[in-house]
């Protein structure tokens, strides 16, 4: 295709196509910071808000969120700058914007902890110190502990390192009352056991970048017999723990039976994934479709159960 283009009178003009490269551009930054994590951070960030007593301004509350999704994406730039050397050997990560060559990795660095600086700074200013200082908490424990310690040494990396995504029920918590309690901690631990069994699905049907990639994934480790086995094991504790809102007195009966009704429907998918058809080695003879059918149901499950906290919250106080 040919870059002129012609002008009223038919004389050709260079196709001015700097529009299109800072698009370009700017849709690489953006992929810099995981938004599709970013999302569902976000929604359990705004929930811990939505459910904490007291008030606050909305405008500080929309400052508080973007902290928290701008927090949630310095996070994960800066894991894609130390990454980049396995993203280059996995299918899944190898379009990424560094190891793709169209940002450099110094920036992308400078870019993370910029945004970190600022998401805290900005937390502090319009809220409350806990509430920053509990910010600052989530990003280096992704940072330094998850991406930097864990990842790459142990199988445990995704149970430690999912404390690092469940921070936000707390940070938006402490935004509206400057303190913690008993319900954002619960927030905290739901998120923190949904982890392990929503990576491990992934895994299962991505083992093999991880194997070449050098990085110690359950099922590389382990096998994927083991992991199936973990899978439903923690999707089984996860049921009464979504519950534990009910139980503890902070949401109604209503909310019981929902979070029952999404828990046991994640734990049927993880159930398809235990009893999967198996080779000898524990690999799967359906190319893992039910690991994948159980990944997309965990991302639903979460979503559903803070969804269903926040409406029950708004209709029973």
């Known amino acids: 295709m040919s870059d002129m283009s012609y002008d009223a009178g038919g004389a050709s003009a260079p196709l001015d196509l700097s529009a299109s490269v800072d698009l370009s551009e700017v849709r690489d930054w953006f992929a810099l910071l995981k938004p599709r994590v970013m999302l569902l951070v976000v929604f359990t960030g705004v929930v811990g808000m939505a459910l904490a007593p007291g008030d606050l301004h909305p405008v500080l509350a929309a400052v508080a969120i973007?902290?928290?999704?701008?927090?949630?994406?310095?996070?994960?730039?800066?894991?894609?700058?130390?990454?980049?050397d396995i993203d280059a050997l996995m299918r899944r990560t190898v379009r990424r914007p560094i190891p793709g060559g169209r940002i450099a990795p110094r920036a992308a660095l400078s870019f993370g902890i910029f945004l970190s600086i600022a998401s805290v700074a900005l937390m502090g200013l319009a809220t409350n110190l806990v509430a920053a200082g509990m910010l600052a908490a989530s990003i280096g424990f992704y940072v330094f502990v998850y991406t930097m310690?864990?990842?790459?040494?142990?199988?445990?990396?995704?149970?430690?390192?999912g404390a690092a995504g469940a921070f936000p029920p707390i940070i938006g918590w402490a935004a509206v009352t400057g303190g913690i309690a008993l319900p954002p901690l619960v927030m905290f631990l739901i998120v923190f056991l949904w982890t392990p069994p929503h990576f491990w699905a992934l895994s299962l049907w991505a083992h093999g970048d991880y194997a070449r990639a050098g990085v110690p994934m359950l099922p590389v480790v382990a096998g994927p017999r083991e992991t199936r086995r973990q899978i439903l094991i923690y999707a089984t504790v996860l049921v009464p723990v979504g519950m534990a809102p009910w139980f503890l007195g902070f949401a109604s009966v209503w909310y019981g039976v929902a979070s029952a009704a999404i828990g046991l429907w994640?734990?049927?998918?993880?159930?398809?994934v235990f009893t999967d058809a198996q080779d000898e080695a524990g690999r799967s003879l359906t190319n893992d479709a039910p690991a994948r059918w159980a990944f997309r149901v965990s991302l639903m499950h979460l979503a559903g159960l803070f969804a269903c906290l926040a409406v029950d919250h708004w209709i029973f106080g």
């Open 266 to 272: 994640f734990l049927h998918a993880c159930w398809r």
């Open 66 to 84: 973007l902290c928290i999704a701008v927090a949630a994406g310095a996070a994960g730039a800066i894991n894609m700058w130390y990454d980049r």
């Open 149 to 161: 310690w864990l990842k790459r040494r142990t199988p445990q990396n995704i149970v430690i390192g």
